[in-house]
């Protein structure tokens, strides 16, 4: 008798098109290291699942982010038709905008304290910092950024009051507090708030955030760490807080009149390198300092004013060790830190252009926006340790060509921000090969500028995952 034939479907290749090619890579490498899976497990919102579950299309929302979509209304021209990339997250259709809108809106408080967690969770198990176990011994502290930057919005949704925005006035908008890592650009935590909320009032309230999520559960940890914080936190109410919470400290001090009577004891002036503004300056130490919990350092700095006269601020920090020209350069540092990763933020990411009139949905889209910046991050970090391993790798050292040529690829994704990382970097077009669901090479337009040093990185990086990277044919 003869032996029955079995029908075997080959499997085969599938070849797609697509304007996000690195984008499409990263979906394999985000699925092994289960970068999505506590949003999947933790956050459950109370909505009947037809299609997709209310989680699926909060990945969405967050996929159209990266994709640079301005708004959750682009989802349908940015991530819908681009088959490519939800394949490579595992998806055959995305949901429709409106959809994705109806689950954000439904979302409750508890809702966002569970996404919160689910994102806690990410960044523990991703951050670059390796503060989740800080080394009591070390001698530098890690500098933390807190700032707030104002939301605009319309004047009916919850939470829009008349607030500080920076040469705009009576503007309705909302407030969002930010903790920041500036050595590695990776936010900490957020918070959202009504538009007439100050820096000093909400201050206490982040570092209840943060504590637990860096796990300062003790003095001796808390003293790892150099809060770095701008007048607006520099209340003698929030700088008791932080001393005898045994934080180090570097604080701009709030009140300006406090400043100009303290500047009076300063015996000598002397020039400091000039600010953001390129505007002469001077500083000097503070020989009657202001009386704290704690003993600190004090340091007057002056900037004369276009019609006469001068401008003071004064300086305090528990950095005993450090000389006046560092006290004033470590806090000009700040300076440009908080501002660029919001301005980032909100030129990369659009965060200023999803709103939503429910104070619950915009602490949502809030929250799914700080997932990509991080990403971004990651990916930038993951990038950068492949090519330094690969010069580490094998018996022999590399030749010095190689060494230079991979030297210069790691300053090309060094330089760039978020918003040049996403456009120039993770949103080049080409195709994406599949075998059995599963990226398996991809393929990049070589009409790209620095197109070699973009190969070059993901070919390093993507190799353990067995994915090849070719440059298409001109």
């Given amino acids: 008798m003869a032996k029955k034939q079995i029908s075997r479907r080959k499997r085969k290749r599938k070849t797609r098109v697509t304007t996000h090619v690195p984008v499409c890579a990263l979906g394999k490498v985000i699925e092994e290291k289960q970068v999505f899976a506590p949003i999947y497990n933790r956050v459950r919102i109370d909505q009947k699942a037809i299609d997709y579950r209310p989680t699926d299309k909060l990945i969405f929302a967050t996929l159209g982010i990266i994709a640079g979509a301005e708004t959750i209304n682009d989802v349908n021209i940015v991530l819908r038709p681009n088959r490519a990339l939800l394949a490579a997250f595992g998806y055959t259709a995305c949901a429709d905008q409106s959809v994705i809108q109806q689950t954000i809106n439904v979302a409750t408080s508890a809702n966002v304290s569970q996404l919160e967690c689910a994102i806690l969770e990410i960044w523990q198990l991703n951050n670059r910092i390796g503060l989740l176990t800080p080394n009591e011994t070390q001698k530098q502290p890690v500098t933390i950024d807190i700032d707030l930057s104002p939301l605009p919005i319309s004047k009916h949704a919850q939470g829009s009051l008349k607030g500080y925005v920076a040469k705009r006035k009576n503007l309705y908008t909302r407030q969002m507090a930010r903790v920041l890592v500036p050595q590695t650009q990776e936010i900490v935590t957020q ?101 704290y919990g704690k003993k600190t350092v004090q340091v007057a700095v002056r900037t004369p004013k276009k019609k006469g006269g001068y401008s003071y601020s004064v300086l305090v920090t528990t950095h005993f060790q450090m000389s006046l020209r560092q006290i004033v350069t470590d806090y000009d540092g700040r300076s440009g830190v908080p501002e660029s990763t919001f301005c980032q933020d909100y030129q990369g990411l659009c965060m200023r252009k999803q709103k939503k009139k429910r104070f619950v949905g915009q602490q949502i889209l809030m929250l799914l926006s700080q997932l990509p910046h991080n990403l971004c991050v990651w990916t930038k970090s993951w990038l950068i340790d492949a090519l330094q391993n690969s010069l580490l790798s094998g018996e022999q050292a590399p030749k010095h060509q190689e060494a230079r040529q991979i030297a210069a690829v790691i300053a090309t994704i060094e330089s760039r921000g978020i918003k040049r990382f996403l456009r120039q970097v993770l949103h080049l077009s080409g195709k994406v090969v599949f075998f059995d669901k599963k990226v398996v090479a991809i393929v990049l337009n070589p009409l790209y500028p620095l197109i070699d040093r973009i190969k070059k990185a993901f070919e390093i990086f993507l190799a353990p995952y067995e994915i090849t990277v070719s440059l298409a044919k001109t």
């Fill in 191 to 291: 918070s959202l708030y009504s538009g007439n909320t100050l820096s000093c009032s909400v201050f206490k309230e982040m570092i209840a955030k943060m504590e637990p999520i860096l796990q300062l559960d003790t003095k001796a940890k808390r003293q790892q760490i150099c809060l770095r914080l701008d007048a607006g936190f520099g209340t003698t109410q929030n700088i008791n807080f932080v001393l005898w919470r045994g934080y180090q400290l570097l604080v701009k001090m709030y009140s300006g009149n406090r400043a100009k009577k303290l500047a009076k004891s300063v015996k000598q002036w002397v020039a400091v390198k000039s600010g953001a503004d390129n505007t002469p300056r001077e500083a000097g130490w503070v020989t009657a300092p202001h009386r």
